[in-house]
């Protein structure tokens, strides 16, 4: 819902944000929408060129827009290099954000050895661990289970039910969605052969922590598992979907951002700035350095040293062609010895 009796001319967005405006400056508008859908009080945007097409059509009363659609276009426009990050800056003036009220709430249990220190916020049926610290401007939502030698950093926020197990440091800034649980156990076994018996799995503790840097963002029940010796490290400006396993030991390079269920396995290094598609699998002790584009559902067996965009698997067909080719896979290395061409083993 948007924020309800709010108004802003396009002549104060335009000086606001740093653009230049194609229009009536005395525009009122008082929302967001789609190209398609927004209305002449509304604001929406054209970064894609495929929606082109719905521009003369839009009843949009002002348009975010780079300078080559805005030639021609008979209706007010913003002019900016990038529509989709401006419109993102102003679209933020329309979201309603309640600014949570500080002080611990009746229902929250605080360890005496905790520190919550004047101006954070703690939420019904919050729980704070002996020796962690809550910075001023913090707030942790309702049931969130803070554990031992935790620390969250001025202004990040916990919005509900977020699980920190035990030596999870947050910098500022943070926000973590419902359901994440960071510092848990990293998976860490061995197999005990010793011993007259039958093989078993003994538990390796995990004696890390999780540190994340300022201005990150944590999907809603995203996993990130404490390091084994080390810790497990989130650079400042990553941001996370939704469900997505970040094993122990892991290193994420400043803003590099993953989309939904990627699953990021044990002591891993991606950079910075690299984008990991929905689903994608990355295998355990690799390196994938600065600016990579993993596309979605790719599964990254080896390191990656060159930056660039990178992809794996088939793409989607019908059953029947599907299942002929699925046969045909399995006699490549046999079509590839008649022709000559070696194996990489047989180099």
Partial sequence: ??????????????????????????????GVGTLAGAGPTQLSFLANPKYRGQLAASRAGLVVMRAADADGHDGDALVASDPYVAYA????????????????HPTAVVHPDARVEQGAA????????????IAAGASIGPGCAIGEDCEIGAGSTLVARVTLVRRVTLGQRVLVHPGAVLGADGFGIALDRSGGGEPHWI???????????????IGANTTIDRGALEDTVLEHDVRLDNQIQVAHNVRIGAHTAMAGCVAVAGSTTIGRYCMIGGAAGIAGHLEICDRVVVTAMTLVTH?????????????????????RNAVRFKQLDALARRVGTPSKGEE
């Fill in 89 to 104: 800056r102003i679209a933020a003036l329309f979201e309603p954000v309640e600014a949570p009220e500080a002080g611990i």
């Fill in 303 to 323: 390191s990656i040293r060159e930056p660039g965009e990178y992809s794996s698997g088939t793409p989607l067909m019908d059953s029947r062609s599907w299942r």
């Fill in 203 to 217: 538990k390796v503790p995990q004696l890390g922590g999780v540190r994340v840097g300022d201005d990150c963002e």
């Fill in 122 to 133: 703690i939420g019904p049926h919050a729980s704070i661990g002996a020796r962690s610290r």
């Fill in 1 to 30: 819902m948007p924020r309800s009796g709010f108004q802003v001319s396009a002549g104060e967005l335009a000086e606001r944000f740093g653009l230049a405006l194609r229009g009536d400056a005395t525009r009122l508008i008082d």
